[in-house]
């Protein structure tokens, strides 16, 4: 399937690190579900997945 | 204390971790480390009422980043180092009685995006050479938490199994100039009767080789390393894949069927992998509804498994249950 005609789920993923008190860390992900179908206007997006951006190959 | 023991006779590391004995063991049902803080209940290990995936370090760790001092000498022939890495536990929901079989979608979809930050992130470290993504599930396995969760292990070397995967597929592409898993993902393709599901860009197979009755590899279609190298389809696929094969896996027994999840990617030493391919591969312990698969005298002691049942048959088994998946998003 084609990322244009997919009308799956897309989301937006945060993260947010804290440090516990015996010095481990906790990581907080969060999203942003973000309907596919709203932006099937046609038109080409930017990725909004802060991850995707990373890593997806040119 | 922890530390790594070489073996000299297998050429492989060995962890102790002595702390782990005491580790948490079947906690009651009202009390869960894994489980949000409620608002004035006692304190778990997420500091939150509510959460969507955390990942946080491990409690009871095997590796540390900054680890403790060997409890033992070492010397030329008994080499010893400190337990240097990272042990992390990925809490795939907040619910507590759910499987990764119960989520929807969208939320297994969440956690492929959590996999690949945390094989990212870990990877970066300089004393990591190998990230490794599992989940064990069920009583018989081990699992001491019900509370669904995996684990990450950040080696500071290329554990064993991988690295014979990396050999022979290196020796495969040194003789053929192919990838050797390519080659299992088009042999699976063209046989057919081994195949449990399929989409785009996966493929789910009771392997040729299967040591366990239920034993089940997924492939990534095209030829990749790690979660990094996906597209977002591809992400979005193996979300609906797992979700089909995870909930087939239950639907054999009518019951939450337990696993090994291993998930096997390039190594990440900043050496060059690109003859290796990504693939999940999944242990299950039950050869029938009532009865386990022990690893026995064959299979530990000399390291050949033996199968009391035909991975075409079993396919079959599973393909029966293995139903479509519907994302809440999808625009019909």
Same mark, same amino acid.
């Given at each position: 399937m084609d990322e244009k005609n997919d009308t799956r789920t897309k989301i937006k993923m945060r993260r947010e690190r804290i440090n516990m008190d015996d010095g481990r860390y906790l990581i907080f992900y969060s999203f942003d579900g973000e309907p596919a179908a709203a932006r099937n206007d046609g038109k080409l997006h930017p990725d909004e997945n802060d991850a995707d951006e990373k890593f997806v190959k040119p | 204390m922890s530390e790594l023991r070489f073996n000299p006779l297998l050429g492989e590391w060995t962890a102790t971790a002595t702390?782990?004995? =005491?580790?948490? /063991?079947? *906690? *009651?049902?009202? +009390?869960?480390? #894994?489980?949000p803080t409620a608002p004035g209940g006692f304190p778990t290990e997420?500091?939150? *009422?509510? +959460?969507d995936i955390v990942a946080f370090e491990n409690?009871?760790?095997? #590796?540390?980043?900054?680890p403790d001092p060997p409890s033992i000498q070492g010397d030329d022939f008994y080499q010893v180092r400190p337990a240097k890495g990272v042990c992390e536990v990925v809490v795939y929901?907040?619910?507590?009685?759910?499987t990764l079989a119960d989520e929807p979608v969208e939320q297994i979809y969440k956690l492929i995006l959590v996999w690949t930050d945390r094989f990212k992130d870990l990877g970066? #470290?300089? /004393? &990591? =050479?190998y990230v490794f993504e599992f989940e064990n599930k069920g009583e018989a396995v081990?699992? @001491? #938490?019900?509370h669904p969760h995996g684990q990450i292990y950040a080696y500071p070397f290329v554990p064993p199994v991988v690295q014979r995967e990396l050999d022979t597929c290196r020796i495969y592409r040194e003789q053929t100039g192919r990838c050797l898993i390519c080659g299992i993902v088009a042999e699976e393709k063209a046989f057919k009767?081994?195949?449990v599901v399929e989409n785009d860009s996966f493929l789910a197979a009771i392997p $040729? $080789?299967?040591?366990?009755? +239920?034993e089940t590899h997924l492939y990534a279609k095209r030829h990749l390393q790690a979660f @990094?190298? /996906? @597209?977002n389809n591809e992400q979005r696929d193996l979300a609906e894949v797992l979700k089909q094969l995870l909930v087939a896996f239950d639907g054999l027994f009518d019951r939450s069927f337990p696993y090994i999840m291993s998930i096997h990617q390039r190594p990440t =030493?900043?050496? &060059? +992998? =690109?003859y290796y391919h990504f693939h999940i591969e999944f242990y299950p *312990?039950?050869?029938?509804?009532?009865?386990l698969k022990f690893l026995a005298g064959s299979e530990a002691g000399a390291g050949m498994f033996i199968n009391d049942t035909l991975p075409e048959d079993k396919a079959a088994e599973l393909r029966f249950h293995v139903e479509p998946v519907t994302w809440a998003m999808n625009r019909l």
């Amino acid at each position: 399937m084609d990322e244009k005609n997919d009308t799956r789920t897309k989301i937006k993923m945060r993260r947010e690190r804290i440090n516990m008190d015996d010095g481990r860390y906790l990581i907080f992900y969060s999203f942003d579900g973000e309907p596919a179908a709203a932006r099937n206007d046609g038109k080409l997006h930017p990725d909004e997945n802060d991850a995707d951006e990373k890593f997806v190959k040119p | 204390m922890s530390e790594l023991r070489f073996n000299p006779l297998l050429g492989e590391w060995t962890a102790t971790a002595t702390a782990r004995q =005491d580790r948490t /063991f079947f *906690p *009651p049902d009202d +009390y869960c480390p #894994l489980c949000p803080t409620a608002p004035g209940g006692f304190p778990t290990e997420i500091p939150a *009422p509510d +959460y969507d995936i955390v990942a946080f370090e491990n409690k009871f760790p095997s #590796l540390r980043t900054i680890p403790d001092p060997p409890s033992i000498q070492g010397d030329d022939f008994y080499q010893v180092r400190p337990a240097k890495g990272v042990c992390e536990v990925v809490v795939y929901s907040p619910r507590h009685t759910a499987t990764l079989a119960d989520e929807p979608v969208e939320q297994i979809y969440k956690l492929i995006l959590v996999w690949t930050d945390r094989f990212k992130d870990l990877g970066d #470290l300089d /004393f &990591v =050479d190998y990230v490794f993504e599992f989940e064990n599930k069920g009583e018989a396995v081990g699992v @001491t #938490l019900h509370h669904p969760h995996g684990q990450i292990y950040a080696y500071p070397f290329v554990p064993p199994v991988v690295q014979r995967e990396l050999d022979t597929c290196r020796i495969y592409r040194e003789q053929t100039g192919r990838c050797l898993i390519c080659g299992i993902v088009a042999e699976e393709k063209a046989f057919k009767s081994r195949v449990v599901v399929e989409n785009d860009s996966f493929l789910a197979a009771i392997p $040729f $080789f299967a040591r366990y009755p +239920y034993e089940t590899h997924l492939y990534a279609k095209r030829h990749l390393q790690a979660f @990094t190298d /996906f @597209t977002n389809n591809e992400q979005r696929d193996l979300a609906e894949v797992l979700k089909q094969l995870l909930v087939a896996f239950d639907g054999l027994f009518d019951r939450s069927f337990p696993y090994i999840m291993s998930i096997h990617q390039r190594p990440t =030493d900043g050496g &060059v +992998y =690109d003859y290796y391919h990504f693939h999940i591969e999944f242990y299950p *312990p039950m050869r029938s509804a009532t009865r386990l698969k022990f690893l026995a005298g064959s299979e530990a002691g000399a390291g050949m498994f033996i199968n009391d049942t035909l991975p075409e048959d079993k396919a079959a088994e599973l393909r029966f249950h293995v139903e479509p998946v519907t994302w809440a998003m999808n625009r019909l």
